[in-house]
């Protein structure tokens, strides 16, 4: 897996849109990124995914570099409900594993 | 959501005790996993499944095994539980679309080793 790296922790205001940022320096060609969060005790929650290109759902977008060494997760209009811990992967095989991520705390 | 369930969801057990954790889906998904989460760590692989009987360690596999005699279950077994190994584990199934990473959680059982 390509290395990750991201804030330990992040404010944002209600309302507001929240842009979680990975760092993905050593990625190769074809490996995805992939976001999670997890709320809580519950298990973690797939959010979007992307190679090259952009990506939108109706949780996030997903926006890549060019160079694909980084990302950012956008949250565009942040509920209390989005507080939780956001995890970014780039995995290469099926051993996929998560660091601490970045724990978001939407205030109102 | 995906069918995905974990038995027990709590469980509470005195060192040295066998434990099995059970994962069980509805979705024929090939690849099955078992991970621990405990504060400041994250979480962290055991053990991975990808098909009936192929199984492989993850980065924290010592103190545990697995078995998977047919598609829909994944057992994580405890052979002589140890207070380190007090923890919550969650299973995951792999959707497989669009690449590797996406996958499906349990909602975690909780293990207590007094």
């Known amino acids: 897996d390509a290395k990750t790296t991201q804030p330990t922790s992040m404010d944002c205001a209600e309302g507001r849109a929240a842009n979680l940022p990975c760092n993905h320096s050593t990625i190769s060609g074809n490996e995805y990124v992939y976001w999670y969060r997890q709320i809580h005790s519950q298990g973690p929650q797939y959010i979007i995914h992307g190679l090259k290109n952009n990506e939108t759902n109706e949780m996030a977008s997903l926006i890549i570099t060019e160079d694909r060494k980084s990302s950012t997760l956008i949250l565009p209009h942040a509920t209390l409900r989005d507080t939780a811990v956001y995890y970014c992967?780039?995995?290469?095989?099926?051993?996929?594993?998560f660091g601490a991520g970045t724990t978001v705390t939407v205030r109102a | 959501d995906a069918g995905i369930t974990q038995s027990p969801r709590h469980k509470v057990t005195e060192t040295g005790t066998p434990v099995t954790l059970r994962c069980h889906q509805t979705?024929?998904?090939?690849?099955m996993y078992w991970y621990r989460q405990d504060p400041g760590h994250g979480l962290r692989l055991i053990h991975y499944s990808y098909g009936v009987k192929d199984t492989d360690k993850g980065e924290v596999s010592d103190g545990y095994s697995v078995s998977r005699s047919k598609t829909e279950d994944f057992l994580l077994t405890l052979e002589s539980a140890t207070s380190s190994q007090t923890s919550v584990y969650f299973c995951a199934i792999s959707g497989l679309r669009g690449g590797t990473g996406e996958l499906f959680f349990g909602e975690g059982s909780r293990l207590t080793v007094l």
């Open positions: 992967i780039a995995p290469n095989d099926y051993k996929l594993s």
């Open positions: 979705e024929n998904h090939r690849y």
